[in-house]
Every structure is written in structure tokens, then in C-alpha cells.
């Protein structure tokens, strides 16, 4: 299997991440293939600044999301369990992270580092990383942390990058990718289009891995444009707008392209924009029943209730399921 991508979706701060980055590299002994790690968060909302996780851990709301991960034990007898998990794997002891840290910049160092040395270097910075934070206590919220961390990787660019905002844009977005791919576990092994989710035995990922062919060939255009629908589908109209946002600017009158971003800027209240996009998706095509049914339903929003009657029973005439 030569020139096999794999990608492995995943949050620096999960341990499973590290335990399934240990499981994906005893699959693939023996297989020619490229590992990219992409950006997963399993606490969004972490503090920019990292607290204690002793500290963190008292929150009575933390509390009871760690039990919902592990029903029936406690956060401390869950720990336990993944201490031995992650032995039985080489990782530590000791074992287990000290610091409740953000892991937007940490998402940002891999993704430089893959744009700037390819996937050898990304995997040397990202297990730098995983062990930092799980084996050496450190702190990986701590952008100096990071840029020691990828200096000893031989990434010296790393501090000097992650002092500005390099990688920042390109991780948010595909943070949304991946929302769009239906990504909910960490980690994520993707090939292709298949995905299998959780840190699974060598011998799963690698049956996985085997049956897994190249994916459908798809342009990159057409790739984004149904993650946006994904989105969309997903009541995310913000994050739908933000990956059609390169679409609109290449392709300004595709009527696909416009009637996503309508539907976005509709949900998302943004109703002038919506319009200004309907009112020439019609202008240009009149036999266009949907564009007229959201026209329609644009304009009852504004409170413009006689235009929006003439739309929507045009529209209805047109295709009588929209009546």
C-alpha cells in the first residue's frame, strides 16, 4: 500500500490520542504509509490560560462530565484505568496530565509543522507533545512550552510562529471540517472516505486500514461545498459561511455556491445578505423554485409579508411540495 494518507483526528490533551497513536503505529509495521494529524478539541472550552487539573477537577459540572465518560466509576478510578491502558502500551509511568490546558495552540503547532517538514516532523512534534503533557506534566497550553517543544524536534520556527498567529485561520477551519465529516471521537483514523472511530486495537486498525480504499475522487471545490451543507444540516450556518467563504470569492455566480450561502446567511439572521443573494439567484433564473421558495421565506422574515406571498406561491406552482 504505497502512498496510503492516513489521517488520525485528535486532541492533544485526550488520552486516548496518545494510546491510539501507540495502537496506529503497531498496525501499520510494515506499511508504506503517510500519518497526518488533524485537529480535534474535546474541551472547547478550556481556559486560554492553563489551570490546574486538580484545581479544574472541583468543579462540580467537570465532575460529572468525567463520570459520563466512564459510567460507573469514579474520575479517579477512570484515571486509574487509562494509567494502565496507556502502560500496557510503553507510555509511562508515571502517567497523567497536570494541567486543565487549551489545546488551540498546540493544534496550530502541528499543522505548522506538517506545512513546514511534512508528516515526519508533525509526528515527531505531536508525540513530543502528547508526552509532555501526559508523561512530563508540562504544560502545552503555554505557547513557550510549545516552542521548546518543537525546537528539540528540530522545528525551530516554531516559537518565532506560534508567537503570531500563523496556523490560527487554517485550524479553526479545519476544526469545522471535521465537524462536517462527522467527527465526535478522538481519535479518528480517516482513509479515504471511511473513518474508524476510538483508540482500537492494532489488530481493528489494521483490518480497518487493509479494507480501506482511496475514497471517491472528488474536486476540492465540491469536497467544501458539501461540508457546508453538512453544516448547514447541522444548524452551524456561521461555520457553513466560514468554509464557502474561498467559494464565494472564486466562484461568485455558481447558483450552488450562492443558494448555501443564502441559506447560511438566512439562519443566521442575516437576512439583508440573504436577500441581496436570493433576489438575483432569482433575477438570473426565474424557474428556479427553490431559490423563490427561500426568497420568499427571506422576505416573511423581514416582515415584508405581500412580496414574500407572490415567492412562495410562484414557488408552490412551481414545485407543489414547497405549498
Known amino acids: 500500500m504505497v502512498g496510503m494518507r ?4 485528535a486532541d492533544v490533551v485526550c488520552p486516548w490520542a496518545y494510546v491510539g497513536k501507540r495502537r496506529l503505529e503497531h498496525a501499520l509495521a510494515g506499511v508504506d504509509a503517510e500519518v497526518v494529524w488533524r485537529p480535534y478539541r474535546i474541551d472547547p472550552t478550556a481556559p486560554e490560560s492553563s489551570v490546574l ?12 462530565a468525567l463520570r459520563g465518560c466512564a459510567p460507573g466509576l469514579t474520575p479517579a478510578q477512570n484515571r486509574a484505568r487509562v494509567a494502565d491502558i496507556a502502560a500496557a502500551e510503553g507510555l509511562g509511568p508515571p502517567w497523567g496530565a497536570v494541567w486543565r490546558a487549551n489545546s488551540h495552540h498546540a493544534h496550530r503547532l502541528l499543522h505548522l509543522a506538517y506545512e513546514h517538514g511534512g508528516a515526519a516532523l508533525q509526528d515527531d512534534v505531536a508525540e513530543r507533545v502528547l508526552r509532555a503533557h501526559f508523561v512530563e506534566g508540562a504544560n502545552i497550553g503555554d505557547r513557550r512550552t510549545l516552542g521548546d517543544l518543537a525546537a528539540r524536534a528540530g522545528f525551530a ?7 503570531g498567529d ?5 485550524v479553526r477551519e479545519l476544526l469545522l471540517v471535521g465537524k462536517a465529516r462527522g467527527i465526535v471521537t478522538s481519535p479518528t483514523y480517516v482513509v479515504g472516505d471511511r473513518a474508524l472511530a476510538g483508540a482500537q486495537s492494532p489488530e481493528a486498525i489494521a483490518a480497518f486500514v487493509g479494507a480501506a480504499g482511496p475514497g471517491r475522487d472528488m474536486p476540492p471545490e465540491v469536497r467544501r461545498l458539501r461540508w457546508a451543507e453538512s453544516l448547514l444540516d ?3 450556518p456561521l461555520g457553513a459561511l466560514t468554509l464557502l467563504r474561498p467559494l464565494l470569492a472564486e466562484y461568485p455566480d455558481d447558483p450552488n455556491v450562492r443558494r448555501l450561502a443564502a441559506r447560511g446567511y438566512y439562519h443566521s439572521a442575516q437576512l439583508s445578505r440573504a436577500l441581496d443573494v436570493l433576489e438575483r439567484l432569482v433575477a438570473d433564473a426565474p424557474d428556479d423554485s427553490y431559490a423563490r421558495l427561500m426568497l420568499g421565506k427571506t ?4 416582515g415584508r409579508h405581500d412580496e414574500a406571498g407572490t415567492h412562495l406561491r410562484i414557488a408552490a406552482a412551481m414545485t407543489p411540495a414547497y405549498g
Request: aromatic share 2%; proline share 3%; hydrophobic share 45%.
Open 6 to 9: 492516513i489521517e488520525i483526528w
Open 53 to 64: 487539573l486538580d484545581e479544574a477537577l472541583r468543579d462540580p459540572a467537570a465532575d460529572e
Open 157 to 163: 520556527a516554531g516559537a518565532t510562529l506560534l508567537a
Open 166 to 170: 500563523a496556523g490560527d485561520r487554517e
Open 234 to 236: 447541522q444548524r452551524d
Open 299 to 302: 422576505l416573511r422574515r423581514a
